[in-house]
């Protein structure tokens, strides 16, 4: 059973519009969430995190949020560009275990000119 | 050379092969780890190396052993692989205390093919 689900396989934003990318988790534990950006032929590339005892996290273009009641977090990009077409995977990690990063299945974003 | 580097970036090999996958850190991390990523599926952690020990093994297969002989270099030894094994194999490196553990920095990924 996946304890980190991101529900969609793929989305499509419009240039200069807001892309969220949604991730649901089961693991009570978990207590640390991050973002990692994969291009084609490239290695994920880490992007944001956020630790529990926060709720928004917010570095530029990318805010995530985290809903610990709901097991939610989300990613926020605005304003949208073409080259933020990538595969976006959640992770997650919990104390004790904290080497173990637990991911979602990604989702593919293309953002269109 | 910067970063997490894998060589090679893709591997032919048959079901009676023996080859081996390298990863080179330059980041000062002390905490390694190898990934398989199958198609459409979630990344699998596999092994976990800190300070040279290895920490977590995720019941993989014996055809995979992995080697850490120092705290920049790791590799997964292969031999009598089965073609389910086919996927992309992805190195990460963290250092091993504090908060900043969890944030793992990815090599660009082995792309292996068994046939």
């Known amino acids: 059973d996946q304890q980190v689900k991101q529900n969609s396989p793929s989305l499509s934003v419009q240039e200069g519009r807001i892309s969220i990318l949604n991730c649901d988790y089961t693991?009570?534990?978990?207590?640390?969430f991050l973002w990692y950006k994969k291009y084609p032929a490239e290695g994920p590339t880490f992007l944001i995190s956020?630790?529990?005892?926060?709720d928004k996290n917010e570095d530029g273009r990318f805010t995530v949020f985290l809903n610990k009641s709901a097991k939610h977090l989300s990613l926020h990009i605005v304003p949208s560009q073409p080259g933020d077409s990538a595969v976006y995977f959640c992770?997650?990690?919990?104390?004790?275990?904290?080497?173990?990063?637990?991911f979602g299945s990604g989702t593919q974003l293309t953002v269109l000119p | 050379e910067t970063g997490v580097t894998q060589t090679p970036r893709h591997l032919v090999m048959g079901m009676t092969n023996k080859k081996s996958l390298k990863c080179e850190q330059h980041?000062?991390?002390?905490?390694m780890y190898w990934y398989k990523q199958s198609a459409k599926k979630p990344l699998e952690l596999m092994f976990v190396?800190?300070?040279?020990?290895?920490?977590e093994n995720n019941s993989v297969p014996s055809r995979f052993s992995p080697e850490c002989p120092n705290s920049s270099h790791l590799f997964l030894h292969l031999h009598t692989l089965q073609p389910e094994d086919s996927a992309l194999y992805l190195c990460?490196?963290?250092?091993?205390?504090?908060?900043?553990?969890?944030?793992?920095?990815f090599g660009a990924g082995t792309r292996l093919s068994v046939l």
């Open positions: 990460a490196s963290s250092q091993a205390r504090g908060y900043e553990e969890n944030i793992q920095y």
């Open positions: 693991n009570s534990m978990f207590d640390y």
């Open positions: 956020i630790s529990s005892i926060k």
């Open positions: 992770a997650a990690s919990g104390t004790g275990s904290a080497r173990q990063l637990t």
């Open positions: 980041l000062g991390h002390n905490a």
């Open positions: 190396y800190s300070l040279e020990e290895r920490v």
